[in-house]
């Protein structure tokens, strides 16, 4: 298993402001996800960190919005940049246990209100 | 298009009671299905995976093709079963990427 710290925990936000959450990993691992929890909505993956490269965006999301670092292999950060209420959400990071069985590991969560 | 349904927001039972919790899904592929669960005030950890066929904490789930579901089933809820469930479908082979469903809340009253 991987203990994943986040941070912050929880922060409130004004509008038009950015925020940088950091991931920080027990272990090395070669792919960190982050997804977003709008409230009362699913886990959506926002992108994919990988180390040594640009991350992988899924459909619906940018890098000008949502600009994440992976400067090694236990760490990753996501911003989320000129924000609205629109982003209030929980930001997870997760990393892969075994890729072979497809389980993720997660943080607890930054639970992100903008005003 | 890939996709994960879970139709119930909350689901209430007894102690002692049977449970299902519903989870359908859309893909083209050979899925890999996973439950994840989140109790209160913890992260969302994995609880059973469909390629394992195992029990955990009494929980079960058996993937259908036919009928494409993936249903979790207890026979006896337990208060401590008290949750929210996530339903998920790996979507890219081996990336760990997940699909997740809208997830059901479970409430299980003494």
């Known amino acids: 298993s991987a203990v994943i710290s986040q941070k912050p925990s929880r922060d409130i936000c004004q509008r038009g402001t950015s925020l940088t959450i950091q991931c920080q990993v027990d272990s090395q691992v070669t792919m960190m996800f982050w997804y977003r929890q709008q409230p009362g909505q699913s886990l959506t993956l926002i992108a994919t960190?990988?180390?040594?490269?640009?991350?992988?965006?899924e459909s619906g999301f940018v890098i000008d919005k949502f600009p994440i670092s992976r400067p090694n292999l236990t760490f990753s950060t996501l911003t989320v940049s000129n924000m609205s209420p629109e982003d209030s959400s929980i930001y997870l990071c997760?990393?892969?246990?075994?890729?072979?069985?497809?389980?993720?590991?997660f943080g607890e969560g930054s639970r992100l209100t903008v005003l | 298009a890939q996709r994960v349904t879970q139709p119930e927001k909350l689901l209430s039972v007894f102690k002692g009671a049977p449970v299902e919790l519903k989870c359908n899904y859309s893909?083209?592929?050979?899925?890999?299905l996973f439950w994840y669960v989140q109790y209160s005030r913890q992260r969302l950890q994995l609880l059973l995976r469909?390629?394992s066929r195992e029990s955990i904490k009494g929980f079960t789930a058996d993937l259908n093709k036919g009928e494409t579901s993936f249903h979790l089933k207890k026979p006896f809820a337990q208060e401590e079963d008290s949750a929210m469930y996530y339903c998920?479908?790996?979507?890219?082979?081996?990336?760990?990427?997940?699909?997740f469903g809208q997830g059901t809340t479970l409430q299980v009253k003494p």
């Open positions: 997760s990393v892969s246990g075994n890729l072979n069985t497809g389980e993720l590991f």
């Open positions: 960190a990988n180390q040594g490269s640009e991350a992988t965006y």
């Open positions: 998920a479908l790996s979507s890219s082979g081996n990336t760990g990427k997940l699909i």
């Open positions: 469909h390629i």
């Open positions: 893909y083209s592929g050979s899925p890999e």
